[in-house]
Structures are given as structure tokens and as C-alpha cells.
């Protein structure tokens, strides 16, 4: 298989420049998650602004495509509602587990489409998809936490 | 051309026919993750077959001749290990569906029998296989007692400086792995066995990585308890094995029960029979173990000193190409001494999946990541490393194969 289709430039470009990383207040939930086969690890922070997210942040360690992913995450989320940034995670997801068949639309995905090249290498699914879940979980627990309004 | 006194690597690689193959891109297939499974010969798979095609039936139970053929093969294999591994008695073999299924029975029989307790303690290494480390830790919590173990020098050697406080009078069981599957360090256990025995302590010996590329003699080690697993061998998957001594074994209750593994059984209660069937409920895996007397029989013929000699070898030529390469660190023994051939690397600025991502693109296959042994990992502060680990058919043109992958992985990320 082409590595190229890997590790397309948005991706490189990302990973050596991670947008918003580093932990940050305030946040009304923090998760750790972890790819066990790998070892690749996210804490991931969620501040919600009323239904906004108004901001996520993270401290990752693991491989370039799930670095690049959180940072291509935080791009996309953040100024979102938590509906809108519901529906960016399912494209997302979507094209990741598409097998290289789900054309990606760049209008919601942004720089996410770099990743359509990932779902080709089954192995590296789960490290885009790392600080995707990670968020799905932190916003769950920020939407029921009590001490958001 | 590769050069090993005792066989020609040249000519046993067409024993495995996977070796010839090229992958994805046209590479030819440069395979170098044999400490994670290893290839295997053309003789072993003919036995399966063999079994399988003309010789199958169950074990022990069936009295028609396909059943004694299919015994003899399953204890054959028995006979094979047992003289493999220097086993005074045959019925101290036991197969088990893998090495971590061996270390699982051995601590879950010693606690049934309350070898351990609140107050005792258990003794392992900062440098196991998460096999040799978590039955530990459920025996722990299940008894009270309390789980100990050897640091790990900046070397990668066994810490031994508090050897004798370490191993005391409250120490009940010493858990060692005998070649680090990560690290690749070779542990001095004979300074563990005797200091454990002092003290009146079991030993087990994970010895996965130790049995497939040194020859090893169970009765001269001195250990109570050494697993170890076929797949890594050249035999098959599913099948592994604990040896134990027999006086030991045959004092312990059973692990598993079912078919196979009683003297006889009413409803109210069963009687158990001897080592080694006893820890063997169940069919056990019959055409693995007909596979794995294959791969004894593969491993005697080139000898266990030579292929011991071509590891040897193969990992002094890759430590020294391997440290040629900037921006390299080995992690682990970096001289060719009391080592086996795993070598565990980092590369700055490269994250280890994609260093093994790049490889694969150039046909070379290693492992990354943690290896199974995250706490050895942190001990020299690293979430993962990418590891190359070589066998009897690796040659040096496999290795500068992979340190050209490497470079080609360098540019690729521009970090060179």
C-alpha cells in the first residue's frame, strides 16, 4: 500500500504543529483514553460555553496520525455546538471505517479529508480515531455533569 | 552472504516458503518479528497436515488404531520436549494452550494449595512480559500477599544490588523472565535460583524467548516451574508448555477441570490423575503438539548450539549497523553480551507506528508499540519503541535492509 496516501502533507503539517495542544482551564469534564494495542495515550479536556463548545484541550502522546488528528479536532470542534460537532465526529467516523469506499466531503471535514487515506490501513483506524472518542466521552460526561448550567 | 558455523541460513530459509515472498509494492519480504511469532518450516506444517489427513482422531480415550496413532503423536510430542528441554521425566511436560496459559496455572495452583498469604511476598522483575506480570498481581490481590519486584539498571541489565533483601525469608515465590522479550537481556538465573532457594522460594522462569534461540537444560537451570510456547519455536500456535518439577506437580491440585484430567468422578466428588494430565482438561491440542515434536526435531538437526551461535551473531552485526544510524537509540544492551536478538529502538522525531508503517511500505516487518511489557517501557521513559527481532533464518542482508528503511523512514519524516 502507498504510504503517501497515508501520510498526506495536512497531516505531517499537523503533527509537527499541533493546534491547541496542552491542557487548559477551565473545563467541566477530563478524560484519559488509551489504545491498548499500541499504547497510545490522550487526555482530553471539554469547556462548554452553554451548548458551544468554547474549547478542547489535550495532552496527547502517540504516533503522527493520532496526533494530527487531535490537532485537525480541535480545528473543527471548537465554535461548534455540541449537535454540530455530534455530526462532524459521524462524518469523521464514517469515512474512517468507509475502507477507503466514503469520498469524504470537505465542506464539514475541512482538513479531516487528509484522513480518508487512513481508512485504508486498518491497523491505523483506531489512532484518528483516538481523541474523537475521547471527545465523544468528555462531552457526554460535560452535558450531564450538574455543574454545568 | 551470511555465515553460521554448523547450518547454511541460505539454505534452511527455503524451509519456509513465507521468507521468498514479496509484499505490497513488490518488496521482498524482509521478516523481523520472530520474537513475536516465528516462521515456520515446510516439516512442521507437513506434520500438522500429516496429522490431520491421515492420522486424526482424539487422544487417550479412542481404542481404535487412529486413536493410538493420534496418541502417539500427541505423546511423542511430550518425548520430544522433554528431551529438548532436558527433563528428567516426560511427565513433567505439560502442554498448555500457551505460555501465558503456563504462568496463569502456576500461579493460580499455588495459591489454591496457600502457598502465599498476607505477610508473603511474590518477586518478579520490572522488565516482564505483562504475562509474567499480571497473574502475579491477581494472586497478590486474591491472597493478601504482596507483589515485589527487580529494577531494571540504565543499562537494561537484572538490578541484583538488593538481591538479598529483595529475596527474604517472606519471599514465596520468585517469577523471572530468562530473556527479555523487549530489552533483549539475558538474565543471570542462577544468581536468582540459588539466593530464592536459600530462602525457601519457588521459581518460575518465563522462558519464551529463551527456548526457541539458546539450548536449555531444565535440570542443570535448577527452577521449579519454566514456561514457554510453541509459536515462538517454529511450532505452532496454541500450544505451550509447563515444565515443573514432579514432586512439585504432583503435590499441587488440578487448574482446569473436565475430560481428561481425573482418576474417577461421582457425583458428590473426583480423584484426580497424575502429572501431567492432571493440569490437561479437555481435548488437548493434539495436531499443535504432532507440530511441535516437528519443530523439536527441526531445531535438533541444525543444533541448538548453532542456532544459539546465529542469533549471536546476526544481533552483534544489527547492534553495530543499528548505532551507525544518528538519532538512533538502542534501548537495552547495546554490546552483543548475555543478549538475546530483540533489539528495542527509539528514533527522534519518529513515532514508532510510523517508523513500522514506513518499514512495512519497504517490505520490512516489526513490531511497535509497548511490546507487552509498558512497565519496562516506562522504566527508561518511553511510551513505545519499535523492535526488530531476528531468528535462524535472518540474515545480515535483512539487516541492512532494515537500517537502509530506517534511513529511507528518517528522510521521509525529515529528520536526518
Not at chain 2, 178 to 183: D, K, R
Given at each position: 500500500m502507498d504510504v503517501d496516501a497515508l501520510y498526506q502533507e495536512i497531516i505531517l503539517d499537523h503533527y509537527k504543529n499541533p493546534h491547541g495542544a496542552g491542557l487548559r482551564e477551565p473545563h467541566e469534564a477530563e478524560v484519559h483514553h488509551v489504545n491498548p494495542t499500541c499504547g497510545d495515550e490522550i487526555t482530553l479536556r471539554v469547556h462548554l460555553d452553554g451548548d458551544t463548545v468554547a474549547d478542547v484541550s489535550y495532552d496527547a502522546e502517540g504516533c503522527s496520525i493520532s496526533q494530527a488528528s487531535a490537532s485537525v479536532l480541535y480545528d473543527l470542534l471548537v465554535g461548534k455546538s455540541v449537535p454540530q460537532g455530534l455530526a462532524v465526529l459521524d462524518a469523521f467516523s464514517e469515512v474512517m471505517h468507509g475502507r477507503g469506499q466514503v469520498e469524504p466531503d470537505e465542506e464539514v471535514l475541512e482538513d479531516g479529508?487528509?484522513?480518508?487515506?487512513?481508512?485504508?490501513f486498518p491497523a491505523r483506524v483506531k489512532c484518528a480515531l483516538l481523541s474523537w472518542m475521547a471527545w465523544k466521552d468528555a462531552v457526554s460526561q460535560a452535558v450531564s455533569d450538574p455543574k454545568e448550567q | 552472504m551470511t555465515r553460521t558455523q554448523g547450518y547454511d541460513v541460505e539454505a534452511i530459509r527455503?524451509?519456509?516458503?513465507?521468507?521468498a515472498r514479496s509484499v505490497a509494492g513488490g518488496h521482498p519480504l524482509v521478516y523481523l518479528d520472530s520474537a513475536n511469532t516465528s516462521q515456520k518450516p515446510r516439516q512442521v506444517v507437513e506434520a500438522i497436515e500429516r496429522h490431520y489427513l491421515e492420522h486424526n482422531a482424539n487422544v487417550a480415550r479412542a481404542m481404535h488404531q487412529l486413536g493410538a496413532e493420534a496418541t502417539a503423536a500427541f505423546e511423542g510430542g511430550r518425548d520430544k520436549i522433554a528431551q529438548f528441554i532436558g527433563a528428567p521425566s516426560r511427565d513433567e511436560v505439560i502442554f498448555t494452550k500457551n505460555a501465558s496459559e503456563a504462568l496463569n496455572l502456576v500461579a493460580r495452583v499455588l495459591g489454591d494449595v496457600g502457598t502465599?498469604?498476607?505477610?508473603d511476598e511474590i518477586v518478579i522483575s520490572q522488565m516482564e512480559h505483562h504475562s509474567n506480570i499480571v497473574p502475579w498481581q491477581l494472586l497478590a490481590e486474591r491472597t493478601g500477599a504482596t507483589l515485589r519486584w527487580f529494577g531494571v539498571t540504565d543499562e537494561g541489565r537484572l538490578d541484583l544490588d538488593d538481591l538479598d533483601t529483595l529475596v527474604n525469608?517472606?519471599?514465596?515465590i520468585v517469577s523471572l523472565t530468562?530473556?527479555?522479550?523487549?530489552?533483549g537481556t539475558i538474565n543471570p538465573l542462577d544468581v536468582v535460583i540459588a539466593r530464592a532457594h536459600q530462602v525457601g522460594a519457588l521459581v518460575a522462569v518465563d522462558a519464551s524467548q529463551a527456548v526457541p534461540q539458546i539450548p536449555v537444560d531444565v535440570a542443570s537451570l535448577g527452577a521449579d516451574f519454566v514456561a514457554f510456547t510453541g509459536h515462538k519455536m517454529v511450532g505452532p500456535t496454541g500450544i505451550g508448555v509447563l515444565w515443573g518439577r514432579y514432586d512439585l506437580l504432583a503435590s499441587l491440585p488440578p487448574f482446569l477441570g473436565g475430560g481428561e484430567m481425573i482418576e474417577t468422578v461421582t457425583m458428590e466428588r473426583s480423584t484426580f490423575a497424575a502429572p501431567p494430565h492432571r493440569f490437561e482438561a479437555g481435548t488437548p491440542p493434539i495436531a499443535q503438539a504432532a507440530g511441535l515434536g516437528a519443530a523439536v526435531d527441526y531445531l535438533t538437526a541444525l543444533g541448538m548450539e548453532n542456532v544459539a551461535a546465529h542469533e549471536q551473531a546476526i544481533t552483534a552485526h544489527a547492534l553495530e549497523r543499528l548505532q551507525e544510524i544518528d538519532g538512533l537509540t538502542i534501548v537495552g544492551p547495546r554490546e552483543p553480551v548475555d543478549r538475546g536478538g530483540a533489539i528495542s529502538f527509539a528514533l527522534d522525531g519518529v513515532h514508532p507506528h510510523d517508523v513500522a508503517q514506513l518499514l512495512d511500505s519497504r517490505g520490512v516487518a516489526v513490531r511497535a508499540g509497548h511490546h507487552c511489557a509498558k512497565p519496562a517501557h516506562r522504566r527508561f521513559g518511553v511510551q513505545s519503541t519499535t523492535r526488530a527481532s531476528f531468528y535462524l533464518y535472518t540474515t545480515e542482508a535483512e539487516i541492512d535492509a532494515l537500517v537502509e528503511a530506517i534511513r529511507h523512514t528518517q528522510r521521509y519524516f525529515k529528520v536526518s
Open positions: 479529508i487528509a484522513f480518508a487515506g487512513v481508512a485504508q | 527455503k524451509d519456509f516458503p513465507v521468507l502465599v498469604g498476607p505477610g525469608e517472606r519471599t514465596k530468562w530473556v527479555s522479550n523487549m530489552l
